[in-house]
């Protein structure tokens, strides 16, 4: 009998693993475009650290049971700029994969809960070290470092939940090598080929997972969950063609649940928006962490 | 100034009630608002004239109503008044444009919230002699800014609610309870977690003021065991280990069914006849937790449970560790047949049997948590709050619009019949016992409803070819109350006195 994919709920036996990368280029600390009556404003980097370590506490929350976590997800957790790095500085890169444990051990910071309402964005346990930011966009040299990564996993893991991989970035992969045709361009085909690679991974239940935020510089402009690469084509920024390509499409047996976030999610649309704001963000990755909450 | 709803003193405004009691009445209408504002209360639009209109007439007493035209108006003969600015076309500041300008401070982004509380203060008014219009329009503004907190915290709430439910209906016409409430969100974890790193300010009483949680990070992650619409933390209070029991759902009369089964205890010595259980207090307005409504932020009391710390492995563990000891078990398994048997003659029933609620202490001695689905005959005619956990319970348990079984004495009968069997019979034959679905110890929802199916598995195969009088006969009642919807289930103790 043939079983459903992306059916497995994650438990101690068959873990899960969420692979976060951050684009921790010099723009991630521009302004983050958000909701037009909200004075706030939070550099992309804030929005994106805010909301990783919202849902790591959520995560150690969840299995924090009489003086030991349940280790029901593995993370990886990785900056790039200059070359690629841990953004939690009491882990190396080498470390990763972590179970929720070591979590408990490695937070920058605990600051007092906020007073007032509490949402996705607060968490008062910083893992994200804020100082991450600055440099380049080794978009490739990242990925190269979390394909192994996901490949060791995989065989230690034959039987889990697909790894699900997300990457948040502002921009274009600037470690690519030139284009052959045009000197002036940067050719994205590694990229592409080590996605595909990537998303060959595969566990019992299921393909590794590839989903791209790209966040915004400019307000309004969305390619959201995209059929067809015509849709992002006529974008001037050639990260949109990239993303596109990188993606994977939304895994089947998520799009029914993909109302329930706000999304309207076409068959075969890839697992990225181009251009979101802040809020399309915590959906987006709300619903990319959502088999974690099995 | 002193309040005319607490009659207490205070100073924060030139006002005839306090701040606090002006919360208070906020928060009681916010949660028990009327059918009238509801369905209104959650549409966020731009003031409409009609609304500054509407809000004139409450606040000020203006005879504004709808189609009235107010140039003709008798009470401002000749003045023109634009509403959307509160000026008047005589230039001057005349009276008309004064009162319709304190208006427009009424927050104008949600008019019909303020509508809302005014409406509630006339009500209120004939009873605490309260001018509304005497209300400072910054106290009433101070009511959506939550972040100011009350100032004088009182503990009047007794008071002044049940009176303002009571004024409320004769006023109002409301019922008690409906389905369109403004909704308070319910506090879970998070929310309860902010509140005890915040213990000394929070807790009402001193014990808990006091006492010793434990963090695995300090402030931001209490160490907790999980149930089913709780959960539990372990803490020392003046020296004891203790057992604090926080509510993550509201339940209707959660608090009543608390405070009565507390009270059904103590007078009926119900520990001390049935030592498996555990003494426990509950604290209906003990730890103050702020969470999000429809209105903003919300501060109130909520209840816990406060129970000794039982030491020791739950029920699933214990069979894990000693599933090859077959004295052990069956010490167990009589210690178990036992107790369920004085639940029902003292006429009571746990609601929830289930191996994570049965602990197992360092004596060989078990005891009982997790009292949420507590039967005593106050209960009698009542539903259930919960259908028990599905892995020992009888499938039509679960099933909605199912009567079966009745929320009575016999509510473990079936759940007692699952365990006990569980246990003579990996007493009998360990191998049949699978380390690896050890929380379930041997029987599932899956096989019941496969059983309903009228499909045999291979663990009810290997069952049946035990050569065990009891195991056979408790085997058969099992299979038979599984093919039922609604069967008579004999009681554990019945079904085994004839068989040796």
């Keep these: 009998m043939l079983n459903a994919l992306y059916n497995k709920r994650m438990s101690r036996a068959n873990p899960g693993l969420m692979v976060f990368l951050i684009d921790c280029s010099a723009s991630m600390s521009f302004p983050m475009v958000r909701d037009s009556t909200d004075p706030e404003t939070w550099t992309k980097f804030q929005a994106a650290s805010m909301i990783l370590d919202n849902f790591l506490y959520q995560c150690t929350i969840k299995c924090a049971s009489e003086d030991k976590y349940k280790d029901y997800l593995d993370f990886v957790i990785l900056g790039y700029g200059d070359n690629t790095f841990s953004p939690i500085s009491k882990i190396s890169t080498s470390e990763y994969p972590i179970s929720v444990n070591k979590l408990d051990s490695s937070y920058e910071s605990v600051e007092d809960f906020p007073e007032q309402e509490l949402d996705e964005t607060n968490s008062p346990i910083k893992w994200i070290n804020s100082d991450s930011v600055g440099g380049n966009t080794a978009m490739l040299n990242a990925f190269t470092k979390v394909k192994k990564i996901i490949e060791d996993w995989v ?25 052959d045709e045009d000197n002036e361009k940067l050719d994205p085909s590694p990229l592409f080929e080590l996605c595909n690679e990537i998303k060959k991974i595969q566990t019992n239940d299921g393909n590794t997972v590839i989903g791209n935020i790209h966040l915004s510089n400019v307000p309004g402009g969305y390619a959201k969950f995209p059929v067809s690469i015509d849709e992002v084509m006529d974008i001037e920024d050639p990260a949109a063609v990239t993303l596109f390509e990188m993606s994977s499409a939304v895994p089947a047996p998520w799009l029914e649940k993909a109302q329930g976030f706000g999304f309207d999610i076409r068959p075969g649309g890839k697992f990225y928006i181009y251009n979101s704001d802040f809020d399309s963000f915590l959906s987006f990755f709300k619903f990319g962490t959502d088999p974690t909450n099995g | ?35 009238k504002w509801v369905k209104y209360l959650n549409v966020q639009k731009p003031t409409t004239l009609r609304q500054k209109k509407y809000l004139a007439t409450m606040y000020r007493r203006f005879d504004w109503i709808d189609d009235v035209d107010y140039t003709t108006h008798e009470d401002f003969p000749g003045h023109e008044i634009n509403l959307n600015s509160g000026e008047c076309s005589c230039g001057k500041n005349c009276d008309a444009s004064s009162k319709f300008s304190e208006v427009l401070e009424i927050l104008p982004e949600n008019s019909l919230r ?104 300090p402030n931001a992650i209490l160490v907790q065991r999980n149930g089913q619409f709780t ?118 029933g746990h609601g929830d049997l289930h191996p994570k609620n049965i602990i197992i202490d360092s004596n060989q001695k078990m005891k009982l948590i ?131």
């Design chain 1, 155 to 179: 065989k230690k893991h034959p039987d889990s939940y697909p790894p699900i991989l997300l990457n948040i970035s502002d921009g274009m992969a600037n470690d690519l090598p030139r284009d």
């Design chain 2, 231 to 348: 959960f539990v933390l372990p803490c020392k209070i003046e020296g004891d280990k203790k057992a604090i029991r926080l509510f993550t759902e509201k339940k209707p009369n959660i608090t009543k069914r608390y405070e009565q089964l507390s009270r059904f205890f103590k007078e009926n010595s119900i520990i001390e006849k049935i030592p498996e259980l555990v003494d426990f207090n509950f604290y209906k307005e003990e730890l103050s937790v702020t969470t999000k409504s429809d209105s903003g932020v919300v501060s109130k009391k909520y209840p816990l449970v406060e129970m000794d710390w039982i030491e020791g492995i739950s029920l699933d563990e214990f069979i894990l560790e000693n599933f090859q000891n077959s004295s052990k078990l069956l010490d167990i398994a009589d210690q178990f047949s036992e107790f369920v048997e004085k639940l029902e003659s003292n006429k009571i």
């Design chain 2, 114 to 217: 303020t509508s809302a509380i005014l409406y509630v203060l006339e009500k209120l008014s004939k009873q605490y002699k309260i001018i509304q219009s005497k209300i400072p329009i910054k106290q009433i503004n101070a009511l959506w800014h939550p972040k100011l907190p009350p100032k004088n915290k009182t503990n009047n709430a007794e008071e002044i609610n049940p009176l303002f439910i009571k004024l409320r209906k004769k006023f109002l016409g409301e019922k008690t309870s409906g389905s369109n409430q403004i909704h308070v969100e319910w506090p879970h974890y998070v929310h309860y977690t902010r509140s005890i790193a915040k213990k000394e300010k929070t807790f009402d009483s001193e014990k808990f003021k006091n006492a010793d949680f434990e963090w695995i990070v």
């Design chain 2, 1 to 35: 100034m002193r309040c005319e709803v607490c009659k207490k003193e205070f100073d924060e405004y030139e006002s005839p009630i306090c701040d606090n009691c002006l919360r208070k009445i906020w928060n009681k209408s916010n949660e028990e608002m009327t059918n």
């Design chain 2, 370 to 500: 997790d009292y949420d689905c507590f039967y005593i005959p106050l209960f009698k005619g009542q539903k259930s709050p919960e259908s028990g956990q599905s892995d020992f319970q009888h499938p039509s348990r679960s099933k909605k619009g199912s009567n079966f079984p009745k929320y009575d004495e016999t509510i473990d009968r079936f759940s007692s019949i699952v365990i006990y069997l569980s246990l003579l019979i990996i007493s009998k034959e360990p191998e049949i016992y699978d380390e690896k679905n050890s929380e379930n110890i041997l029987f599932s929802e899956e096989i019941f409803d496969s059983l309903r199916e009228g499909k045999i598995p291979n663990l009810i195969e290997n069952i049946k070819s035990i050569s065990d009088e009891k195991i056979q006969i408790l085997m058969k009642h099992l299979l038979e109350y599984i093919k039922l919807d609604s069967p008579q289930i004999k009681s554990l103790s019945e079904i085994i006195k004839n068989v040796r």
